[in-house]
C-alpha cells in the first residue's frame, strides 16, 4: 500500500530556504516517478519538480534554479530542497508518486510552506 507522508514545512522569511520530506512506503523508486506539487489558496495544484525513475529531474519554470529534489532510498524519503524562497512560494506542497501517466497518482496530505516578506 503506497503512503506518502510529508513534513519540513513552517514559516520562513524571503530569501531563505527550507527542505521538504517526504517519507514514503510501499514504493519502489526504480519503478515509480516521484515529485512535489504545490497550491496556493485560490489557485490550482501545479508541478513543482518531477523526477523520473531513472533520477532525471524536470522542472517547472519557477522552480529552475532554486529547488532541487532528492531521493535516498536507504530512508525511503525524497526530499525538496528549496532557497531564494519568494513570498509567492507560499503553499501546501505536495509529495507525489505514479507508475505512468494513466495510472493512479498517490498523494500526502500535504505541508504548509508560508514565506514572509
Known amino acids: 500500500q503506497v503512503h506518502l507522508v510529508e513534513s519540513g514545512g513552517g514559516l520562513v522569511q524571503a530569501g531563505g530556504s527550507l527542505r521538504l520530506s517526504c517519507l514514503v512506503s510501499?514504493?519502489?523508486?526504480?519503478?515509480?516517478?516521484m515529485g512535489w506539487s504545490r497550491q496556493a489558496p485560490g489557485k490550482e495544484r501545479e508541478s513543482v519538480i518531477l523526477l523520473t525513475p531513472a533520477g532525471s529531474p524536470n522542472y517547472s519554470d519557477f522552480a529552475r534554479g532554486r529547488f532541487t529534489m532528492s531521493r535516498d532510498a536507504a530512508k525511503n524519503t525524497v526530499y525538496l530542497h528549496m532557497k531564494d524562497l519568494k513570498p509567492e512560494d507560499t503553499a501546501t506542497y505536495y509529495c507525489?508518486?505514479?507508475?505512468?501517466?494513466?495510472?493512479?497518482?498517490?498523494w500526502g496530505q500535504g505541508t504548509q510552506v508560508t514565506v514572509s516578506s
Open positions: 510501499g514504493v519502489n523508486f526504480k519503478l515509480n516517478f
Open positions: 507525489v508518486t505514479f507508475q505512468n501517466t494513466r495510472s493512479t497518482k498517490y
